[in-house]
C-alpha cells in the first residue's frame, strides 16, 4: 500500500510558495507571541506554586454547591472546575504563606469533606512560590540549552547555513506550541515543557532526515540547482515525513483519548508540535537555508575531512 | 548476500531472550506483605525468618511466601486482613529492634527471586503516596554552632584566668577583654579551642573579633544537611514505612518519597519537628552570671535557670514512652559523656533542684511582610524535679501529655534536627489515583500500540510485520532496562514510552522507503534490501543523535515528571535503534537471504 504516488513531484520551495510559506509562519510567530504578551498562560501550580487538590465524589459533583461552601469558609480566590469526569472535582487555590500552606490545606480539605458527601482525596499538591519559580527556571534553561546543543551537533554534521535552519524550524515549532496553549488558555505544567522539548527533538529528526537526503542529492544531481535539489529531496522524503508523523500522531491521540486528564496538556502540546514540525521540516528549515543561499559548494568542506563523518557510526 | 554469520544471529537472539527475562518479573503483579527490618541495618538470616514465621502462624496466619531480601524479612499473604493481622502481631513482637512495614510485595516465583530479579518500581504517581521537598535553614545550624563556640570561649577564657565578656552578635563574636595586655593571650586561648576560626583586633585595641571561616561555615553546613538526613531517615523508618527514600537535593535540600502512605498530615508533623530537651540546674540563688528566666509549661511554674546545660537532645540515645503511677513519661538513656556530665552534676548537687526544658523551633510569618519569616523558638520548662539520689545515664521526665510523650520519644530516639527543616513542596496521590494512572496509562499503551502494529502490517505486509515484532520486542527491552535499573516507571514515563512506539517506527520507514526507492529504480531485491539499511542509517542515526540531546538535557536539567519522560525516551531511543536496525535486519535476513527473489513484499 502507498499513500503518496511512487514519484511525487510537489514544486515546495518555488519562489511564489515559499513566500506564502514564509508569511503563514510569521503570521503564526507573531500571533503566538502576541497572545503571550497579552494573555500569557495559563500556568499551572508547578510553576506559580500554590494548593491543589483532587478529589473524586460519589456522584456527579455540584460545581456551585462546593463553590459556595468553600466562599463561606472563606476561600474566595479557590478555583473550582471539574476533572476528567463529571465525578472528579479540582480546586486550586494561589501560594500561600510558607508556614500556614499545610494549615489552609487542612482547612479546605475539611471544607470539603463538611460538603456531606464521601469524597476520595485523589492528590493533594502544595508547592511553596519559590519552587515554583525555580521549576521555571530550569524549564527555561532546558530549552535553551537543548537548542544549543543541537545547532552546535548540525553545525559539526552539516554547516553552519543548515544549522540556522533548523533551530529556526525548531524555535518556530516551540513558539507555535506554547502560543498555541497561550491562544486556547489550555494548563501549562512541567509535562508541557517536556511535550515541548520532545517535539524540538522530534521535529529535528525530521529536519536532519530532510537534510540527510539533500545533502546526498546536492552530489547526486550535479550542475541542478540548490532549490531543486532540495525541492527533488523533500519530495523523495515526503512518504517517509508523513508515515512516522501518523504513527505517532496515532499513539498520541491513543493517549489523549484515553491517559486520563493530566497527561492531556502534555498530549495536546505533542499533538499540535508534531504537526506543526511536520510542517516546519518541509518549509521552514528549507526556505531559511534557501535565503541563507545554501549551495552545494557549502557541503564541500566536511568532504576534505571525511573522518568527520565517517567516523559517526 | 544478506547472510548474517551465526554468531550474529545467536547474539541477536540472546539480547532478545535476555531482554525478555529481565522484562518477566513484571507480569506477576504483587501482593499484599508485612517487610520486616532491622531497626540498626543488620541482615537477618534464615534462623530468623523462621522465627518471623512462626510467630504469624502462632496468631492464625500462614504466610503464601516468606523469604529474605537484601537482608530483610519479606512475608507475602493472601489478603489484606492477613496481612494486617500479622503484622499487629509481628509489631507486637518485636517492635523495639526492628521495622515493620506493610508494603505490597511482586509476587515472583522463587527462582526469579533466586536469580535476583526484580520488576520495575513504580513512582508515587501510579502507587499513591506521599512526596515532600524540605528545605534546610542553614542559617540556624551555623548559629547553634555559633552558640557553641560562645559557651566554648567564656569557659576556657575563665579556666585560663582572663577576665573577659563574651557576646554573640549575629554571626559574630565580641570578646572583651579589661585591657590591651589581655589580647594576646586571648587570641591563644581561642586558637588552642579552634584551629581555623577568624580572629580580628577590635577597634577598640582591647577586643577580639572571631568569625567561623568559609570553610567552615561549608563544612557546618554540609554536616547540618548529612545529620539531617540521618535524623530523617530513622524517623521515617520508625513510622514503619516500606521502601522509604531519603535523599538530599542540591545544596540544602532534602527530598522524601514515602510509598503508599495516604495521610501526609500524620507524618508532617515528625518530618519537621526540632523538639528536643535539656537539663539544666535551677539558680536559687538567682543571680548567677549567665543565669536566664525560663517560662513553664501550662502549671509548671516558672523558673531561673543556670547557663551550663548538664545534657541535650543529641546526647539520649534511647529514649521510650511509658507510664508511671499513671502519669505519663518518657524513659531516658544517655551516651556515655552525657551521663558522666550527670553523674557530677548529680553527685554535687543532691537536694536541689533540676529542670528539663522543652525546645521547639518552628518559623512564623511576619505579618505585612510576605514571603519573610521569623524564627520562633520556644523554650519551656516541662518538669522540675528534686534531685533525690545520684543517677547517671537512665531517667526518666515527666510532665507530658500521653501522645507529647509518644512523639518526644520518638523525636529523642531518632535524634534532633541538626537544623530546622521547612517543607517547601508536598504532594500527595491517593491510591484510587495512581490505580486509575496505571489502568489509564496501559490502556494508552495497548491501543496505540495495536493501531501502529495494524497501519504497518497493511501499509508494508511482511515487513510491517518484521517492523512490528522490533516494535514489540523494543517495548520488551525498555522494560527490562527499567527493571535493570532500578527506575520507577511513572505517568509521564509510560507517555515516554507511548511516544517512543510512534517513534521508533521511522526507522524501519525510513529504511523501508529506501528499499521501495531502489526497487523503483530497478535494483535487484537483494541489493535493494543491502542499499536500504546501508543509506538509511546515516539519517537514522543523525535523527537519533539529535533526539537523544533533547532527551540528556531533559534529564539532566528536568525535575520530577520531566525526568520520568526523559528516561524512558532515553532509553526507547537506544534500544529502538537495536531492534530497528539490527533487529529487523537478522529476521530480513533469515527471510530473504541468500535466496533468489523476484520481487520483495515490502
Redesign the interface.
Known amino acids: 500500500m502507498q499513500i503518496i504516488s511512487k514519484k511525487t513531484r510537489i514544486d515546495f520551495l518555488s519562489p511564489a510558495r515559499r513566500k506564502i510559506a514564509v508569511m503563514l509562519s510569521l503570521v503564526f510567530v507573531v500571533v503566538s507571541l502576541a497572545s503571550l504578551a497579552t494573555r500569557g498562560l495559563d500556568f499551572g501550580i508547578d510553576f506559580t506554586g500554590g494548593i491543589l487538590l483532587e478529589v473524586g465524589y460519589e456522584q456527579a459533583a455540584d460545581l456551585e454547591a462546593i463553590r459556595g461552601n468553600l466562599t463561606d469558609a472563606g476561600f474566595t480566590d479557590a478555583q473550582v472546575q471539574l476533572f476528567g469526569r463529571d465525578t472528579d472535582v479540582l480546586v486550586r487555590l494561589p501560594p500561600q504563606p510558607e508556614d500556614s500552606a499545610t494549615q489552609v490545606r487542612d482547612e479546605l480539605q475539611a471544607t470539603l469533606e463538611a460538603g456531606g458527601q464521601n469524597i476520595d482525596l485523589r492528590r493533594m499538591e502544595t508547592v511553596s512560590a519559590q519552587v515554583g519559580s525555580e521549576l521555571a527556571e530550569r524549564g527555561a534553561l532546558a530549552m535553551v540549552v537543548a537548542l544549543l546543543l543541537i545547532f552546535v551537533y548540525v553545525m559539526i554534521r552539516f554547516q553552519w547555513k543548515f544549522s540556522a535552519g533548523a533551530v529556526a524550524a525548531l524555535a518556530h515549532d516551540a513558539i507555535v506550541t506554547v502560543g498555541f496553549f497561550s491562544i486556547f488558555q489550555l494548563p501549562f505544567d512541567l509535562t508541557v515543557v517536556a511535550a515541548v522539548l520532545a517535539v524540538i527533538g522530534y521535529s529535528l529528526n525530521d529536519t536532519v532526515v530532510a537534510f540527510d537526503r539533500i545533502r546526498e542529492n546536492f552530489f547526486a544531481l550535479r550542475g541542478v540547482s540548490a532549490e531543486d535539489a532540495m525541492n527533488t529531496s523533500i519530495n523523495e522524503m515526503l512518504a517517509r515525513t508523513l508515515i512516522t508523523g501518523l504513527t505517532t500522531l496515532l499513539v498520541l491521540i491513543a493517549l489523549l483519548v484515553l491517559g486520563g486528564e493530566s497527561i492531556a496538556p502534555f498530549s495536546i502540546a505533542l499533538i499540535v508540535g508534531i504537526i506543526i514540525g511536520t510542517y516546519s521540516s518541509i518549509y521552514t528549515a528549507s526556505a531559511t537555508a534557501l535565503m541563507l543561499n545554501v549551495s552545494p559548494q557549502d557541503l564541500i568542506e566536511p568532504i576534505k575531512h571525511p573522518e568527520l563523518i565517517d567516523d559517526l557510526p | 548476500m544478506n547472510k548474517f554469520p551465526l554468531w550474529l544471529n545467536v547474539l541477536v537472539l540472546a539480547v532478545l531472550l535476555a531482554g525478555c527475562l529481565f522484562a518477566l518479573p513484571n507480569i506477576y503483579g504483587s501482593v499484599d506483605a508485612v517487610q520486616v527490618a532491622d531497626n540498626d541495618g543488620l541482615a537477618y538470616d534464615e534462623l530468623r525468618l523462621e522465627e518471623f514465621v512462626r510467630t504469624v502462624e502462632n496468631a492464625g496466619v500462614t504466610p503464601e511466601a516468606a523469604y529474605l531480601q537484601d537482608g530483610r524479612a519479606v512475608l507475602r499473604f493472601h489478603s489484606t486482613q492477613e496481612q494486617e493481622a500479622a503484622g499487629e502481631r509481628l509489631r507486637t513482637a518485636y517492635d523495639r529492634e526492628a521495622n515493620i512495614a506493610a508494603t505490597l510485595a511482586p509476587k515472583l516465583p522463587k527462582w526469579a527471586r533466586d536469580l535476583g530479579l526484580k520488576p520495575m518500581s513504580l513512582g508515587l504517581d501510579l502507587r499513591g503516596g506521599v512526596y515532600v ?1 524540605l528545605e534546610v535553614d542553614m542559617e540556624t545550624a551555623i548559629d547553634s554552632r555559633m552558640v557553641g563556640y560562645q559557651q566554648g570561649f567564656d569557659e576556657r577564657l575563665r579556666d585560663a584566668k582572663i577576665r573577659h565578656r563574651v557576646d554573640l552578635d549575629g554571626q559574630t563574636i565580641n570578646i572583651r577583654l579589661t585591657g590591651a595586655e589581655d589580647v594576646e593571650s586571648a587570641r591563644v586561648v581561642i586558637r588552642r579551642m579552634d584551629q581555623d576560626v577568624l580572629i580580628s583586633d577590635g577597634a577598640d585595641g582591647k577586643s577580639l573579633i572571631v568569625r567561623m571561616s568559609e570553610a567552615q561555615i561549608q563544612a557546618r553546613q554540609d554536616f547540618a544537611i548529612e545529620q539531617n538526613i540521618t535524623t530523617l531517615r530513622n524517623r521515617v523508618n520508625e513510622l514503619g514505612v516500606a521502601e522509604p527514600l531519603v535523599q538530599r537535593q542540591g545544596a540544602d535540600r532534602i527530598v522524601i518519597q514515602l510509598p503508599g502512605v495516604q495521610d ?2 500524620k507524618i ?1 508533623g515528625i518530618l519537621s519537628a526540632t523538639a528536643t530537651v535539656e537539663f539544666r540546674l535551677v539558680d536559687q540563688s538567682g543571680g548567677e552570671p549567665g543565669s536566664r528566666r525560663f517560662q513553664g509549661r501550662g502549671t509548671e511554674g516558672a523558673q531561673i535557670l543556670k547557663r551550663s546545660v548538664i545534657a541535650s537532645g543529641d546526647q539520649i540515645i534511647d529514649a521510650s514512652a511509658g507510664y508511671a503511677e499513671g502519669q505519663p513519661q518518657v524513659n531516658i538513656t544517655l551516651d556515655s559523656a552525657g551521663g558522666e556530665n550527670m553523674l557530677r552534676t548529680t553527685m554535687e548537687n543532691v537536694g536541689k533542684p533540676m529542670s528539663t526544658v522543652f525546645i521547639e523551633t ?4 511576619i505579618p505585612g511582610r ?2 519573610e ?1 521569623r524564627k520562633v523558638v520556644r523554650q519551656e520548662i516541662i518538669s522540675t524535679a528534686t534531685i533525690q539520689g545520684v543517677f547517671k545515664d537512665r531517667f526518666r521526665i515527666t510532665g507530658l501529655s500521653p501522645g507529647e510523650a509518644a512523639d518526644l520519644a520518638l523525636l529523642l530516639r531518632a535524634g534532633a534536627l541538626a537544623a530546622p527543616v ?9 491510591p ?2 495512581g490505580q ?2 496505571i489502568d ?2 496501559f ?2 499503551i495497548k ?3 495495536l ?2 502494529i495494524i ?2 502490517a ?2 508494508y ?1 511482511a515487513f510491517g510485520l518484521i517492523a512490528n515484532v522490533a516494535l514489540l520486542s523494543n517495548v520488551v527491552f525498555i522494560v527490562a532496562m527499567l527493571s535493570i535499573l532500578g527506575a520507577s516507571l511513572t ?2 514515563g ?2 515516554g514510552i ?2 517512543t ?3 521508533a ?2 526507522a524501519n ?2 529504511i523501508f ?1 529506501r528499499i521501495r ?1 531502489e526497487l ?1 529504480a530497478d535494483s535487484a531485491p537483494q541489493s535493494a534490501i543491502n542499499s536500504g539499511y546501508e ?1 538509511a542509517l ?2 537514522i ?7 537523544l ?3 540528556v ?2 534529564f539532566s ?6 525526568k520520568g ?2 528516561i524512558t ?1 532515553l532509553l526507547g531511543i537506544i534500544t529502538s535503534m537495536f531492534t530497528a536496525i539490527i533487529g529487523t535486519r537478522t529476521i530480513v535476513n533469515l527471510a530473504f537471504g541468500g535466496r533468489k527473489l523476484q520481487s520483495l513484499p515490502v
Not at chain 2, 518552628?362 to 510569618?365: D, H, S
Not at chain 2, 542515526?541 to 533526539?547: I, K, Y
Not at chain 2, 536539567?557 to 520531566?562: A, E, H, K, Q, R
Open positions: 521537598l501526609p498530615n508532617k518552628r518559623r512564623e510569618a510576605p514571603g519569616f521547612y517543607i517547601v513542596d508536598e504532594r500527595t496521590v491517593g484510587t489515583l486509575d494512572n489509564r496509562g490502556n494508552a491501543i496505540g500500540f493501531a501502529v497501519f504497518m497493511i501499509y505486509r505517568l509521564p509510560i507517555a507511548v511516544l512506539v510512534g517513534m517506527v521511522d520507514v525510513l522507503e526507492e523503483a543509506k546515516s539519517s542515526v543523525d535523527a537519533n543523535v539529535t533526539t540531546i533533547a532527551a538535557v531533559l536539567i528536568g525535575t520530577g515528571p520531566i519522560f526523559a525516551l
